[in-house]
T-cell receptor, first 115, second 114 residues
Framework: GAVVSQHPSWVICKSGTSVKIECRSL??????MFWYRQFPKQSLMLMAT?????????EQGVEKDKFLINHASLTLSTLTVTSAHPEDSSFYIC???????????FGPGTRLTVT | AQKVTQAQTEISVVEKEDVTLDCVYE???????LFWYKQPPSGELVFLIR??????QNEISGRYSWNFQKSTSSFNFTITASQVVDSAVYFC???????????FGTGTRLQVFP
């Protein structure tokens, strides 16, 4: 069965609104989770590392005030896209490191469309 | 800097043909892991294989095989007797030893025609 879930699987929102995406680790606790973004026909790019109990670590070029990450518990991380614009339309995927070194479990992704 | 290069953007084959997807990586780490993922049209990433830097044995799993050559920093993936269901985008990825972050290649879109 699924190890990582994401909700919602897809969302359409109007420009200027905020959208929250949840990533849940179903099988084990995760002090770290990763958020990736994938534009159409492009590769996955790491946006940030979500850390339970502390601030997220953002990759270069990712606006921390626009992409708010909250690692609320050992099984839940949320990504909020604030004041979304059409250029934020993308496929957002989270991943959870597994208990064995270098294992990664990916969520099914959330497709965001901003109109 | 770490980098993964998948030079083939798109490959088209006819069913039952063999196809090899190339992956070349760069890293200064002596310990690292390499991965292949399949991304069908649904978008969900499907894990195919993980290989650590100390294990250069080639691996075969059904119609899939992987050739890891440290000397050329390559980790190529071959599908034997391809099928239409193999049509997808395939990503090669490299893990960062210190952070577990994955660095993905740009992907190769494979289309298998009946």
């Amino acid at each position: 069965g699924a190890v990582v879930s994401q909700h919602p699987s897809w969302v359409i929102c109007k420009s200027g609104t905020s959208v929250k995406i949840e990533c849940r680790s179903l099988d084990f606790q995760a002090t770290t989770m990763f958020w990736y973004r994938q534009f159409p026909k492009q590769s996955l790019m790491l946006m940030a590392t979500s850390n339970e109990g502390s601030k997220a670590t953002y990759e270069q070029g990712v606006e921390k005030d626009k992409f708010l990450i909250n690692h609320a518990s050992l099984t839940l991380s949320t990504l909020t896209v604030t004041s979304a614009h059409p250029e934020d339309s993308s496929f957002y995927i989270c991943s959870v490191p597994g208990p064995i070194s270098y294992e990664q479990y990916f969520g099914p992704g959330t497709r965001l469309t901003v109109t | 800097a770490q980098k993964v290069t998948q030079a083939q953007t798109e490959i088209s084959v006819v069913e039952k043909e063999d196809v090899t997807l190339d992956c070349v990586y760069e890293t200064r780490d002596t310990t690292y892991y390499l991965f292949w993922y399949k991304q069908p049209p649904s978008g969900e990433l499907v894990f195919l294989i993980r290989r650590n830097s100390f294990d250069e044995q080639n691996e075969i799993s059904g119609r899939y095989s992987w050739n890891f050559q440290k000397s050329t920093s390559s980790f190529n993936f071959t599908i034997t007797a391809s099928q239409v269901v193999d049509s997808a985008v395939y990503f090669c990825a490299l893990s960062d030893y210190n952070t577990d972050k994955l660095i993905f290649g740009t992907g190769t879109r494979l289309q298998v025609f009946p």
